[in-house]
């Protein structure tokens, strides 16, 4: 039988199939430059205008002011675990985080060899399913910020409000769920992401900050890992990933059309609702999540048995559906419906593990 595929990985992600073949039309010669993109000087006309357009895009998704610095990084999410404290402890010797998962802790240990990290809440007593609400957040006054991981990408547990601190900035991991939906930026100090996920080709990395966080790093900070100089050299103080910048580039485009991330929010809900819809009332999968904290993106499910897991897989593969193995730390079966995932390839999945469960049951 033929199916059309389905992708389902984590990361690096599906990216919209019309974004793949503008890439493949322009590859070899880009708009008529007689160029491909990988082969220009990023300091030339065409790359600065690609560069230009997919930072005014963001801007336009996002609705991001003015007093923030838009930066096209490297190094993932990770190098920003470190660029973080560096850059934002401004003197001060103490950070607080919120622990929700995998994600978040390795924030902070990678934290804690610039600083005291505060866990300002954690959700390990119940399992890491739930996001602590933050009326149980213990934060100290002399916080130098207090970081969150909007979205834990292998528990699939997403953040249902953008916390409250006052004076204290705000950073959020954002890489699994940013462009999933409209966001507040003036409620951050700071949102990175690694592109991988729901943005374009790894090796591009996103910051968004606030202009009076920047200038504060210590002047041992390696020039490559101060936010100031990035901003001040426009994320070109060295040669940026121009590839993944001009295919992230597409993707605003595609957001855009599809009309904006109010629309795409409504798309991913009902995606995501269909699947957890289809967990609950199975009495055959699960999913550990408290409700409200249940991520749009990244639907983590077990079998009754793990014994069936080789067989779901396997199935699953005929039918055109893959990289539904989960995370390695937790096992059972995780499903990414990033903002690229249609929902033809939702429904071809639920319908499946449907037809899964009624033949093992
Ligand atoms: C994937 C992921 C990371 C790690 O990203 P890299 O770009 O590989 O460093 C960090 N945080 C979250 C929430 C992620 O999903």
Request: one cysteine or more; charged letters at 20%.
């Amino acid at each position: 039988m033929n199916h059309p595929i389905y992708n389902f990985s984590a990361g690096p992600a599906v990216l919209p199939h019309s974004v793949l073949e503008q890439v493949q039309a322009d590859l070899v010669n880009w708009q008529g430059s007689g160029m491909s993109v990988m082969e220009m000087s990023h300091r030339g006309p065409e790359f600065m205008g690609i560069m230009a357009e997919a930072e005014q895009d963001l801007r336009d998704l996002l609705a991001i002011p003015v007093n923030y610095k838009v930066l096209f990084l490297q190094g993932g999410a990770t190098l920003q675990f470190a660029m973080v404290p560096l850059n934002l402890l401004r003197g001060k010797t103490k950070a607080s985080y919120v622990q929700t998962g995998v994600w978040s802790k390795k924030a902070i240990s990678e934290a804690r060899r610039f600083c005291t990290v505060e866990i300002a809440a954690s959700n390990e007593d119940r399992h890491g399913s739930y996001v602590p609400a933050q009326s149980t957040w213990q934060v100290s006054p002399d916080t130098a910020y207090v970081h969150i991981a909007g979205n834990e990408t292998i528990g699939g547990v997403e953040y249902d409000f953008v916390p409250e601190l006052g004076d204290i900035p705000l950073v959020s991991d954002a890489s699994s769920h940013i462009l999933s939906k409209p966001m507040d930026v003036s409620r951050f100090g700071l949102i990175y992401a690694g592109a991988q996920k729901n943005v374009g080709p790894a090796g591009l990395t996103l910051v968004i900050v606030r202009e009076d966080l920047l200038g504060h790093a210590p002047a041992h900070t390696p020039t490559m890992l101060d936010y100031a100089i990035q901003a001040k050299d426009d994320s070109m103080h060295n040669t940026p990933p121009t590839f993944a910048i001009y295919v992230a580039g597409l993707v605003f485009k595609w957001l855009k059309a599809l009309g904006g991330l109010e629309k795409m929010a409504e798309i991913n809900a009902r995606k995501a609702q269909r699947l957890y819809d289809l967990i609950d009332s199975s009495g055959f999968y699960r999913n550990p999540v408290e409700v409200r904290n249940r991520s749009r993106m990244n639907v983590p499910f077990t079998l009754p048995d793990p014994a069936l897991d080789e067989a779901f897989l396997k199935g699953a593969k005929a039918h055109g559906l893959l990289q539904l193995k989960g995370h390695r730390s937790v096992g059972g079966m995780r499903a990414s419906i990033y903002n690229a995932m249609p929902e033809a390839g939702v429904a071809a999945l639920a319908d499946y593990m449907a037809a899964f469960a009624r033949s093992h049951s």
